[in-house]
Nanobody, 124 residues
C-alpha cells in the first residue's frame, strides 16, 4: 500500500514563494508517475503538474507554467512543488497523487493514490 503525505502549505502574499513536499512510502518510489493537483472552494480538482517515472519529463498546467516547478528526489522518496510568483488564484488545497499506469497524466481519475492535501492561501 502506497502512502502519500504532503507538507509545506501555508499563507503567503502575492508574489511570494512556497515549496510543497510529498513523502511517499510503501512501494518503490521510482515506479510511480507523480502528480500535483489542486482544488479551490466550489471548483473541481484540477491538474497542476506531473513528473513522469523517468524523473526527467515534466508537464504543467498553462496557469502555472513558468512559475511552478515539480521535482523529485529518489533517495528521499519525495516529490516537491516549488511555487514562485504566487497569485491569489493559486489558493486551493493541493494534493499529491501517484499512479503506475502509462498514458494520460492530467486527469485525477487516472491516479490511484492520494495524499490528504495541504492548504495553500495567497493573499492579495
Amino acid at each position: 500500500q502506497v502512502q502519500l503525505v504532503e507538507s509545506g502549505g501555508g499563507l503567503v502574499q502575492a508574489g511570494e514563494s512556497l515549496r510543497l513536499s510529498c513523502a511517499v512510502s510503501g512501494k518503490t518510489f521510482s515506479e510511480y508517475t507523480m502528480g500535483w493537483f489542486r482544488q479551490a472552494p466550489g471548483k473541481e480538482r484540477e491538474f497542476v503538474a506531473v513528473m513522469l517515472r523517468s524523473r526527467i519529463s515534466t508537464y504543467y498546467a498553462d496557469s502555472v507554467k513558468g512559475r511552478f516547478t515539480i521535482s523529485g528526489d529518489n533517495a528521499k522518496n519525495t516529490v516537491y512543488l516549488q511555487m514562485n510568483k504566487m497569485k491569489p488564484e493559486d489558493t486551493a488545497v493541493y494534493y499529491c497523487a501517484a499512479k503506475t499506469s502509462y498514458g494520460t497524466y492530467d486527469q485525477s481519475s487516472r491516479y490511484g493514490y492520494w495524499g490528504q492535501g495541504t492548504q495553500v492561501t495567497v493573499s492579495s
